[in-house]
């Protein structure tokens, strides 16, 4: 559920973005390990399911490989934000599993930095040519939905239960996911976390509630330089991750700007969309559907 400040937020910027002449919003859709829909391509939903699926005003598919290191594929979606999210022109971002340290990377390290304003007409590599009107500090991001967020490291990653060839896979473990750039830096964005915990197959190397991929450690928000044992309120042997900024049971904080948005207390969702806006993807798919206008 939304809160009540989020949709003040969200009708107040719309209200403010239709007194700009020609200003637009866009959803753009950040996707995670191994890709799948082709690179600069903004129009191929591949990676998430049908294009023809509500899912945002003006959607966009940020496609990256979901193969190389963060540092190497980031410039990628820094394109995407500048094409869509400068100017007079705002985004709402949803990320899945490692798109979630893609947006975090680009916020903490680049939300400060000179972006020039672009035409919103990207070329086939995905990059926009500048509209002339100078250049503005950081994008014009209204907020970010993280579907399954992998910015806090998998133990899959640790374990080497994935391809160790992968460079991404360094990226994932753990202590390197967390100590990549400052996840309280997000320049003020707010982060709507939403966890799944339909987890069975990896249970025994994912600490607490997992989707399968990641715990809820990571898809919570939950910060420290490591991941701990965060459950649902119906387990008694671990600590419950609280909804919303509240710190969790025990005491251990969320990141800044970090609230769990969706908590899978029933245990329905995993962490794979398969090509068809499922697992955990499909909760906020619905939720950019209904807000993201």
Known sequence: MKTALRVMITVSLAIA????????????????????????????FSYWGPGTTAAGVNKKSVNWDGY???STTNGGVRDALDCYCTGPNWCYVAAHSAGNLQIGYALALYGT???????????SAGQCSDSGAGTQTGWNIKWVDVAGGAAGGSE???????AISEPLVSDLKTSTARALYNHNSTTGKWFYM?????????????PGQDDEVVAYHSSGGVSGSSGAAFCNP??????????????????RTKWSYHTVAFRDSS?????????NWGGIVSRVRADMAAYAQ
């Not at 119906?234 to 909804?243: A, G, I, Q, V, Y």
């Not at 245990?267 to 090509?275: S, V």
């Open 17 to 44: 973005g239709a007194m700009v002449a020609q200003a637009t919003n866009y959803s753009l859709w950040i996707n995670g390990r191994t890709g799948g829909g082709q690179v600069g391509n903004h129009a191929d």
């Open 113 to 123: 930095s000179a972006r020039s304003i672009k035409t919103a007409t990207p070329n």
């Open 267 to 275: 245990e329905q969702f995993d962490h794979y969309a398969r090509g």
């Open 68 to 70: 190389n290191r963060i």
């Open 156 to 162: 899959l990653a640790d374990a080497g239960d994935w």
């Open 194 to 206: 939403f966890a799944g915990s339909k987890g069975t197959l990896y249970s025994f190397v994912l």
């Open 234 to 251: 119906s387990d008694w042997f671990c600590n419950d991750l609280t909804l919303g900024t509240a710190a969790n049971q025990g005491g």
